[in-house]
C-alpha cells in the first residue's frame, strides 16, 4: 500500500450514450400535447431544462434573447466587462417583440405535408391558414396534428381550427399594450382586418418575462458584478469556475448569502461526491456537474483531470440525496459539457434538472462566434454561412485566467481549442425537434414532466458490442 495512490477506480467512467433508456406504461393522455419539460433552477422557473454555456463564442444578446424566448437561460460569460453584461441584460428584459407581422402561412388548398415543411423549416407550430385573398381561415396547429389520425397528404381544411374557435380580434390597429391584456386569457391573439384578412399575431411567451443569468468568477470584483446585474434584473447567476472544490468559491457563496438578493446562485464545475457536497454546505441552490468533458477541452490532455460525465452526475446526485436528507434543501443539478444530442439530453435529464450546451448552441446563427462562408471569408449574410467560429473559455483566444484559476495567471497554459463548428441556421427549428424528441422520450416511460421521470426513469449501461448494434443502423446501407 505504500506509496500509492490513496484510491486507485479501475471501474470506467460513464458517459450518456453508452446509456439506453426503459419504456413503462404509456396513458392515453401522456402524449406530446400533454408533456411538459419545465424546471427549476433553485426557486427560478425554466420553460426548458436548457442553458446556453458561459462561452463567449456561444452566448451573447442574441443568443441569450433566442434561447430565453422559448423559455431557456442563456447565462453571460464572466469574461464580458461588468458594463457589456449589464447592457445585454438591459436589453433582454427591455424587450418586447409585440407582433408577428406577415406570418408565415399556407393556402387552403394546401396539404399538411406543407404545412409539417413549414413548422420544420421556421419551428412555429402554429401556422396560419388563409384563401387566395389573405382571408383567415383557420390555424394549423402541429402538436394537433401529431396527435390525430389524419395522414400528410390530406387537406390542411381537415385538421385546421377554424377562426370562430381561436381567440382573435377585427381590431387590426390594436396596440402591443391592448394585446397584453388578452393574452393573460390566451397564449396567441390573431389580428384580422375588417374584412377578415390576416394582419398580425401576438404571442404570449414574447411579453413574457425572459431570463437570464449571469457568470461571475471568484475573483476581486465580483460583489460589484452582482450588484449591477441584480439591479439590472439578472435572474440567477453562475459562479464559473473549471474547479469549484476550492475555499475561494464557498467564500462567495456564504457572501453572497449574506447579500440576500433572493435570487438562486449556482456553482460548479465539480465531479465528485464530496466537491458537490462541499458546494451544497456552502449555500449553492445549483449545483453545476462537469470538468474536461467539453467540446473545445483539451484539460484532460493537458493535466489529466477530469471525469466522464456521466458518471460525475450519479455521484453529484448521491449528494444531492445525502443533503436533502441532512437539510430538507433541494439542490437543483445542471450537467455541463459532452450534451450535444437530444440522446444525450434524454439521458442526461434522468439525473440532471437542466442541462448546459456549449458546442450546441455554438452551431446557430444566434451564436457570437463570427460566422464563415465555404471559402472561411468572414460573413453575416446569413444564406451563406457555412460555419460558426467557437473557442474554449480556456483557450488562447479567450484566455479566461479568472475560470482557470489564480495560478494560471502566472503559467498559462490553455486548456481549451479554438476552431469552427457547422452552420444548423437558426435556433428555433432544430431546438423546437430536440424538445420533440425528448418529450417522445418520456411518453415512451409514461412521464407527463421531468419530475416523474427522475422519480421513474430507468436506464441501462450498454457494452461496447451492444452499442454498436442498437447504436446505429447496421447490415445496410444508408441511402445518399
Ligand atoms: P460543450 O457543451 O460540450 O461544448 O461544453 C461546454 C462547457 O465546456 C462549458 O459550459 C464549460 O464548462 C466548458 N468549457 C468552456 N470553455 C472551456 C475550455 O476552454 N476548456 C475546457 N472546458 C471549457
Redesign the pocket.
Known amino acids: 500500500r505504500d506509496n500509492m495512490a490513496k484510491k486507485v477506480i479501475l471501474e470506467a467512467g460513464r458517459t450518456f450514450s453508452e446509456f439506453s433508456l426503459l419504456t413503462d406504461y404509456t396513458s392515453k393522455n401522456c402524449n406530446l400535447n400533454n408533456i411538459n419539460l419545465k424546471s427549476k433552477l433553485g426557486k427560478l422557473d425554466l420553460g426548458i431544462p436548457f442553458l446556453s454555456?458561459?462561452?463567449t463564442s456561444v452566448t451573447g444578446y442574441e443568443m441569450a434573447l433566442a434561447l430565453g424566448k422559448e423559455g431557456g437561460l442563456g447565462v453571460l460569460p464572466a469574461r464580458l466587462s461588468v458594463k457589456e453584461q449589464v447592457d445585454i441584460i438591459d436589453k433582454i428584459k427591455g424587450y418586447e417583440m409585440g407582433f408577428v407581422e406577415d406570418p408565415v402561412s399556407v393556402r387552403d388548398n394546401a396539404t399538411i405535408d406543407e404545412a409539417v415543411r413549414l413548422v420544420e423549416k421556421h419551428g412555429h407550430s402554429k401556422i396560419p391558414v388563409t384563401d387566395r385573398n389573405n382571408v383567415f381561415l383557420g390555424l394549423f396547429n402541429f402538436d394537433k396534428y401529431l396527435e390525430s389520425n389524419e395522414t400528410p397528404a390530406e387537406n390542411i381544411l381537415s385538421i385546421m381550427t377554424s377562426v370562430e374557435n381561436l381567440p382573435f380580434t377585427k381590431n387590426s390597429e390594436i396596440t402591443v399594450k391592448q394585446a397584453k391584456k388578452e393574452l393573460e386569457e390566451n397564449n396567441y391573439l390573431i389580428v384580422l382586418d375588417d374584412l377578415g384578412r390576416l394582419v398580425k399575431i401576438a404571442f404570449k411567451k414574447d411579453v413574457e418575462n425572459i431570463v437570464v443569468g449571469a457568470a461571475i468568477s471568484t475573483h476581486k470584483g465580483w460583489k460589484k458584478r452582482v450588484k449591477a446585474c441584480d439591479e439590472a434584473g439578472a435572474d440567477i447567476f453562475v459562479i464559473d469556475t473549471?474547479d469549484a472544490y476550492n475555499e475561494f468559491t464557498s467564500k462567495v457563496l456564504k457572501e453572497y448569502t449574506k447579500m440576500n438578493l433572493g435570487k438562486p446562485i449556482c456553482a460548479g464545475?465539480v465531479i465528485t461526491y464530496e466537491g458537490a457536497k462541499f458546494l451544497m454546505e456552502s449555500g449553492a441552490d445549483v449545483v453545476k456537474v462537469?470538468m474536461?468533458?467539453?467540446?473545445?477541452?483539451?484539460?484532460q490532455r493537458e493535466k489529466a483531470t477530469g471525469r466522464a460525465p456521466m458518471t460525475a452526475l450519479m455521484q453529484v446526485e448521491r449528494a444531492r440525496a445525502d443533503y436533502l436528507k441532512e437539510s430538507g434543501k433541494y439542490v437543483s443539478i445542471i450537467i455541463?459539457?459532452?450534451?450535444?444530442d437530444a440522446g444525450s439530453m434524454i439521458i442526461a435529464l434522468s439525473i440532471a434538472d437542466a442541462v448546459?450546451?456549449?458546442?450546441?448552441f455554438?452551431h446557430f446563427f444566434e451564436a457570437e462566434g463570427e460566422k464563415y462562408d465555404a471559402n472561411m471569408q468572414i460573413t453575416t449574410h446569413e444564406p451563406d454561412i457555412k460555419y460558426v467560429a467557437t473557442?474554449?473559455?480556456?483557450?488562447a483566444r479567450?484566455r479566461n485566467l479568472d475560470?482557470y484559476g489564480h495560478v494560471a495567471r502566472k503559467t498559462f497554459f490553455?486548456?481549451?481549442e479554438e476552431g469552427t463548428v457547422e452552420n444548423w441556421g437558426r435556433l428555433k427549428p432544430k431546438l423546437k425537434q430536440d424538445i420533440r424528441k425528448i418529450k417522445a422520450a418520456l411518453s415512451n416511460t409514461g412521464c407527463m414532466k421531468l419530475k416523474d421521470y427522475h422519480d421513474k426513469a430507468v436506464i441501462e449501461l450498454m457494452s461496447p458490442y451492444t452499442q454498436s448494434i442498437v447504436g446505429d443502423t447496421h447490415d445496410m446501407k444508408v441511402k445518399e
Open positions: 454555456a458561459a462561452m473549471s464545475n462537469g474536461s468533458s467539453g467540446s473545445i477541452c483539451t484539460t455541463d459539457g459532452g450534451v450535444s448546459m450546451m456549449g458546442g450546441y455554438n473557442w474554449g473559455e480556456g483557450s479567450a475560470r490553455a486548456e481549451g
